[in-house]
């Protein structure tokens, strides 16, 4: 599944995972910590929509 910042873009790929932010790949969206912010512009993970 990947999830796309509403923002700026950015896709959250879970079988890639964000390796430069020390998330593993297969981690789900939905199990990252509450904290996690868009690595490109800082929003938090309400402002992120599931791809199509």
């Known amino acids: ?3 796309v910042c509403d923002i700026c873009g ?3 790929d879970e079988a ?3 390796p430069d932010q020390g998330i593993a ?3 789900k969206f ?3 910590d509450d904290d996690f912010v868009c690595p490109i512009c800082g929003v ?3 402002s ?3 791809a199509e």
């Open 48 to 50: 992120f929509s599931q």
């Open 25 to 27: 790949a297969g981690t």
């Open 10 to 12: 950015w896709v959250y």
């Open 16 to 18: 890639e995972g964000a």
């Open 44 to 46: 938090g993970r309400d």
């Open 30 to 32: 939905d199990d990252l």
């Open 1 to 3: 599944m990947k999830y």
